[in-house]
């Protein structure tokens, strides 16, 4: 959490948020875990970023609250990730942008604009 008035420029919640998730990467990692994509590897092939950039994003989003990890393996220990209610709280931005970008970011003739799906909160939370 931030107080406000640390925050460059006009001071407002929505500054505040941006802070946490306004990079295209974070919020690509929240979809990918909404979807089901718990896995490091499954995170980066369906965010196309590198691998460090979703490993940098990864931290931040647990620092800041919006991803859990799991430990599914020892020896190496791995992880899955999972949303929290902070994360969860992200879908319906996610839908959002997701209403206003084949509305106003995708081509009306683009054969995968209408491919992808709306992500849930029941779905968001199954465990792979």
Do not use: N
Request: aromatic residues 6%.
């Amino acid at each position: 959490m931030r107080a406000l008035a640390e925050l460059p420029g006009r001071p407002c919640p929505i500054a505040a948020s941006l802070e946490v998730v306004g990079d295209r990467w974070s919020l690509l990692i929240v979809r990918e875990i909404s979807l089901g994509s718990t896995r490091f590897t499954d995170i980066v092939a369906g965010t196309g970023a590198p691998r460090d950039r979703v490993a940098a994003r990864l931290r931040s989003l647990l620092e800041e609250g919006v991803v859990r990890r799991v430990a599914y393996q020892d020896s190496p220990t791995r992880y899955d990730y999972h949303l929290t209610e902070a994360g969860l709280a992200l879908l319906p931005v996610l839908s959002s942008l997701l209403t206003w970008g084949k509305q106003y970011a995708v081509a009306a003739d683009d054969p995968d604009r209408d491919r992808h799906r709306r992500v849930t909160p029941s779905r968001a939370e199954e465990p792979r």
